[in-house]
């Protein structure tokens, strides 16, 4: 009866030993924040994000990029004649870049994300391109970049780890940027 028991306990101890290391334990960006750097052109922007996280388990898990901005017009009537639009519309754009589990040592993670591109609509009525009068259009001449959400799940639809940046108002983010750790 007592072998049977250390045997039980034995094999109890050995299974939560294994559960507790394949959750993440403490996560936490490594060396600093995520930085995400701004390319792409001038009317479809993209956002691509890298960094490093320790503490992460054993799992499969998905880093996720959120970023917005706005949208500026050029105005053209039916003569072709153009004026700058007063309007901004609002532009947004987001990636998920899967990770395997395999990818993750010790508990570590270096990451680069998937690019996420801005998009708004090519043309949009002068009325909400504040064009002149309703009979012009307003045609897409640029996207800026007004903020950047970085999501690290783990299991996959938990979030774990999270970074943001959003740039002051009237002004947009440009180059390479450095996240700010906030909490889930």
Request: with cysteine.
């Amino acid at each position: 009866m007592r072998r049977i028991l250390l045997i039980a306990f034995s094999v109890l101890v050995a299974v939560g030993l294994t559960a507790s290391a394949a959750f993440a334990t403490s996560p936490h960006f490594k060396t600093g924040s995520p930085t995400c750097t701004i390319g792409g052109t001038a009317s479809a922007p993209t956002v691509t994000c890298s960094g490093s996280a320790t503490g992460l388990g054993n799992e499969n898990l998905s880093i996720d990029v959120a970023a917005t901005g706005s949208g500026s017009y050029t105005c053209f009537n039916n003569g072709g004649n153009q004026a700058p639009g007063q309007s901004q519309v609002t532009a947004s754009g987001s990636s998920s870049t899967p990770v395997p589990a395999s990818a993750t040592k010790n508990g570590n993670l270096t990451f680069t994300t998937n690019a996420a591109t801005l998009t708004a609509p090519s043309t949009i009525s002068g009325t909400a391109a504040g064009c002149p009068n309703g009979n012009w259009q307003g045609r897409l001449s640029s996207i800026s970049v007004s903020s950047i959400t970085l999501t690290i799940e783990q299991p996959l639809g938990t979030c774990v780890l999270k970074a943001t940046i959003s740039a002051p108002s009237g002004s947009s983010l440009t180059g390479t940027v450095t996240l700010t750790p906030t909490s889930c």
